[in-house]
């Protein structure tokens, strides 16, 4: 009852407010019960913090219509459990959106003080990830055989991938390329890497490989063009968003920004089944592999 009020006076944007709505769902399936914010105490935080340390990520898309805690015994009963929440993703996310929520209850006076305040996961000092590495060679072969890659029929998996090898550009920037951005300057085919970008410093042009042209990217353009497509790859991104909210019965929309569409399958799914498991390897791997 009181997130719609929160999200009405901070008129926030829809991938916000999917956030907050899974935040508030994770905590009450946790809890047991929809619980009046008065009686949420700071053990409750502290438990569910213990909790989420122990949750499968994705869980539940892993473990449809399963609540956090049914979920977290599925997956430990499991032969190989699933990866569970980073402690990244735990004090940036879900700790950060409950602890808001209350911030929000004690300035309207609805709560005396916040029990989720300074609540998070203690990590290492000076812990970071892994730095990200390039491919080798032998990963690269991996990579790009057969069944994902079989003869000359690419759809946009297989483009997104020769694009970050071929180019060096980020995932958001591969995402939002439109066909009017790839285009010619001084007579050479080049990426216009000119839509939202990291920094200011980030809008340059990109040649066009000579591979990626071999491989029939004019052909590709020429193709979405005809069919009135306005980007590169219209199922990611161009109006990609609105085909899967859609799809959902326009109530939901997915927790993850565009860019990472293709590539957390990509890190998660596809590197592990072509044996690539160092976690310093990743889609962003193709850039440093590039450079």
């Not at 609540?67 to 190989?80: C, F, M, S, W």
């Not at 990626?212 to 590169?232: Q, S, Y």
Request: proline residues 7%; positive net charge.
């Amino acid at each position: 009852g009181i997130l719609p009020a929160m999200l009405k006076e901070k008129q926030a944007k829809d991938a916000t407010e999917y956030e907050y709505g899974v935040a508030v769902r994770m905590f009450e399936e946790f809890m047991g019960e929809g619980r009046p914010v008065y009686r949420i105490t700071r053990a409750d935080v502290l438990a569910y913090k213990n909790a989420l340390l122990d949750t499968p990520s994705n869980y539940s898309k892993r473990f449809p219509e399963k609540p956090l805690p049914e979920a977290i015994k599925l997956n430990g009963a499991r032969k190989t459990p699933f990866p569970t929440l980073s402690a990244t993703t735990i004090n940036d996310k879900w700790l950060p959106r409950l602890s808001a929520l209350m911030s929000w209850c004690v300035d309207n006076e609805i709560i005396p003080d916040n029990p989720a305040r300074g609540v998070k996961v203690d990590t290492k000092k000076g812990a970071t990830k892994a730095p990200r590495v390039p491919f080798t060679s032998v990963d690269l072969k991996a990579i790009v055989a057969p069944p994902l890659f079989k003869g000359q029929d690419f759809g946009e998996k297989h483009w997104t991938l020769m694009i970050a090898l071929y180019s060096g550009m980020r995932a958001s920037e591969i995402a939002q390329l439109r066909l009017k951005s790839i285009r010619k300057e001084r007579g050479v085919l080049v990426f216009a890497i000119e839509e939202e970008t990291k920094n200011q410093q980030s809008v340059r042009l990109t040649p066009v490989h000579s591979k990626l042209l071999d491989l029939g990217l004019e052909a590709r353009i020429a193709k979405l063009k005809a069919a009135g497509e306005t980007h590169l790859f219209p199922e990611w991104y161009g109006d990609g968003q609105a085909r899967i909210a859609a799809s959902a019965g326009g109530k939901r929309i997915l927790n993850q920004p565009y860019s990472q569409f293709i590539p957390r399958c990509f890190n998660r799914t596809y590197l592990p089944k072509v044996g690539i498991t160092d976690p310093a390897k990743v889609f962003h791997s193709f850039r440093h592999t590039f450079k």
